[in-house]
């Protein structure tokens, strides 16, 4: 019975020693990051910049300051396809930067709520270099409109296959390519060339529709229709 006591006052012995020794080790480490948290109470946190403008470490009103004084809203979109440059006014979009919006997305990242995951953002921020970008604000439907007016001008239309009769001769029209614009990745192009502020050309590019037959296709088609 005795030796028994003694076994658990050693083990609690034990068990004291080393809550004290993590309380000592991790104590500073836990007191550095208190500290380092409340430094950035109200703050966005290092490395972290908007449009290539670093805002990491200012108050919020002061990077909307700094991001009003820095970026200029552009006055066109410039689009190019070859030797052709087409123009869409931003006026005509009611286009405008929305520096509050960005601002509050910057001063979210690293305070997501997951807590081993902040935790991690925010020890390796002095360290990093996180760009995002602009929020604006914009007409869809006007650059919609706008954009599908210019595909029309540079696309080809394709030619579909058709069976004609010529004097009694059975003749099989193959077909021609035509191009499309990719009208969805070049909003997304747009998008990222304003939220970086970038304000310069973008090329359209066109994507190859072909629906026309191969001259085996042909022939086979020619045979069914004799």
């Not at 028994?4 to 080790?25: A, D, G, P, Q, W």
């Amino acid at each position: 019975m005795l030796r028994k006591k003694l076994l658990n006052k050693k083990i609690i012995l034990k068990f004291n020693k080393s809550v004290r020794l993590s309380i000592i080790i991790f104590s500073p480490i836990l007191l550095l990051i208190t500290v380092y948290n409340l430094a950035f109470t109200n703050k966005i946190f290092p490395g972290i910049y908007v449009a290539q403008i670093e805002v990491g470490s200012l108050k919020t009103s002061q990077a909307i300051g700094l991001l009003s004084e820095r970026i200029t809203p552009p006055k066109k979109i410039i689009l190019l396809y070859e030797s052709k440059v087409f123009d869409i006014s931003t006026d005509t979009l009611n286009f405008s930067y929305d520096f509050n919006q960005s601002i509050k997305t910057a001063y979210k990242l690293d305070r997501s709520g997951n807590i081993l995951f902040d935790l991690y953002q925010r020890l390796k921020a002095p360290y990093r270099y996180k760009n995002i970008g602009l929020r604006f604000k914009l007409d869809e439907e006007s650059l919609e409109r706008q954009l599908k007016n210019i595909a029309l001008e540079i696309e080809v239309e394709p030619q579909y296959p058709s069976i004609e009769l010529v004097k009694g001769q059975i003749i099989v029209n193959q077909g021609s390519p035509g191009t499309s614009v990719d009208l969805l990745k070049l909003r997304i192009d747009i998008g990222q060339n304003i939220a970086f502020a970038k304000n310069s050309p973008i090329n359209i590019v066109l994507s190859p529709v072909d629906v026309g037959l191969t001259v085996d296709q042909a022939e086979i088609l020619k045979l069914r229709a004799q």
